[in-house]
């Protein structure tokens, strides 16, 4: 039997917290018995002396069973899900798992909503008329056993203590812990019963970390520490300075992952796909060498079953496959009004500063600034240049959907401070920085 009180001291000095300690921890949270002050002064104890690793794998295991683990093993593909941590124009999801089912992997992806300048998968799919998200259990598995995807939100009986520890965090400037983010992360994805993990760690002006060696240093701690727990993982490091694509915002993202399926990708966006889900096809199993995987996505997308996949999918989850079919049919109408933004002087692109862009588009409405506030699906920004192209006076840089007025002047604002342009060419990096496995 440990006092919270103790618990909290030992990590305040600096020290190791055993396995119990933890659990006991996690255990009191989640029943009620350890107030809310008591679990921010052990979360900040913990994002100023940090946890070793078999620290972490505690409170990621102690999280992982405070709530309901999926059992899939009567499905007999492997099945493998991808995270992000969070970027913009990042639908890359919405890509990998119709893409992966066609491929045959299952692919049971749970995901959030987003919050703050970065987007969320599940905010996007409902742009889709009639797209529901919240599957019964039973119905989530028939999907899945069915046809090999489901893309839902977060259930309420899945992992608990993150739901109240998350909100603690959110709040009291804790977010920005290593062991802490690991052990949020790594105990949802696997209650979600998969067999593997490939984790798509971002970094730059648009991702929550800004800093390449603190990304880094988040990746190789998220592969351990899933490896520590029997679930094979690897990690993507990639470049989130300008948005992923060339559409932010909710149905515009979907429009522009349905011509990705088409064959009609932007460069840095099929760049990622096609990285992450070599990964996820070399942990099934099914491909060991990355071309052979490259070889076998680009088929899936050329011969149409990576679209019919996806079709599937928003069938199965309610959703109108007409505008898979049609995409002008899409919400993406209900928007009233476009601006165009041209270019004023012969230049190259320099800079689409990520976050300036996704904060644009959370003020028009694509996003939220907290939990309850309801989003506008059809506003956004679409990118006609990205950084590195030449732009002449009068062409269109980018066009931006609104519904009020009054929100596009403040919007056009952050548009402004994210662009940049230069004389001179421009060297571009490429969007993946390295990968990382076990
Ligand atoms: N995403 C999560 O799910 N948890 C964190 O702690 C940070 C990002």
């Known amino acids: 039997m440990y006092l919270p009180q103790e618990i909290i001291a030992t990590k305040r000095d600096g020290k190791r917290l055993s396995k119990n300690q933890i659990q006991h921890f996690v255990d009191g949270i989640v029943r009620g018995d350890f107030f809310d002050y008591q679990a921010t002064a052990l979360l900040m104890a913990i994002v100023l002396n940090g946890m070793d690793p078999e620290e972490t794998t505690a409170l990621t295991e102690a999280m992982l069973h405070s709530g309901r683990i999926e059992n899939l093993d009567a499905i007999k593909r492997p099945k493998i899900d991808k995270h992000s941590t969070g970027g913009v124009g990042d639908k890359v999801s919405i890509l990998l798992a119709p893409l992966m089912a066609s491929a045959g992997l299952c692919v049971p992806m749970m995901s ?110 998220l592969v351990g520490i899933s490896k520590s727990m029997g679930k094979p993982a690897s990690a993507i490091l990639t470049r989130m300075n300008q948005p992923l694509g060339c559409a932010i915002g ?61 079709r599937q ?73 990205k950084v590195g192209d030449f732009i002449k006076p009068g062409e269109t840089l980018c066009r931006v959907d609104y519904n009020d007025s009054n929100k596009l002047v403040h919007a056009l604002d952050r548009i402004e401070k994210a662009l940049s342009f230069t004389t001179e060419e421009v060297v571009i990096d490429n969007v993946i920085i390295e990968r990382i496995t076990d």
């Open 313 to 385: 999918l928003v069938h199965a989850q309610g959703g109108s496959t007409q505008v898979v079919d049609d995409t002008s049919l899409f919400s993406r109408s209900k928007h009233s009004h476009s601006y165009i933004f041209n270019g004023e002087k012969p230049a190259y692109i320099s800079e689409i500063h990520a976050k300036y862009i996704g904060e644009a588009a959370r003020i028009l409405g694509a996003g939220r600034s907290h939990a309850k506030e309801v989003i506008d699906s059809a506003v956004g920004i679409y990118l006609n240049y």
């Open 112 to 221: 959030g909503r987003g919050l703050g300048h970065t987007g969320g998968t599940i905010d996007k799919l409902e742009s889709i008329p009639g797209f529901n998200i919240n599957l019964e259990q039973s119905m989530y598995e028939n999907q899945l056993a069915r046809i090999h995807q489901a893309m839902i939100g977060q259930s309420p009986d899945i992992v608990p203590a993150d739901q109240i520890l998350y909100s603690l965090r959110d709040v009291t400037g804790t977010v920005e812990s290593i062991p802490l983010i690991c052990a949020s992360i790594l105990s949802k994805k696997l209650a979600e019963g998969i067999d593997a993990l490939v984790l798509d760690v971002k970094c730059g002006s648009g991702a929550f970390m800004t800093n390449e060696s603190n990304a880094r240093e988040l990746a190789h701690a």
């Open 250 to 310: 909710n149905s515009l993202e979907v429009i522009e992952s349905i011509s990705c399926l088409c064959g009609n990708g932007p460069k840095d966006l099929m760049q990622v796909t096609y990285e992450l889900g070599a990964e996820m096809l070399r942990l099934g199993g099914i491909c060991e060498e990355e071309d052979e995987a490259f070889q076998l996505m680009q088929n899936k997308i050329s011969s149409g079953e990576a679209l019919s996949a996806f």
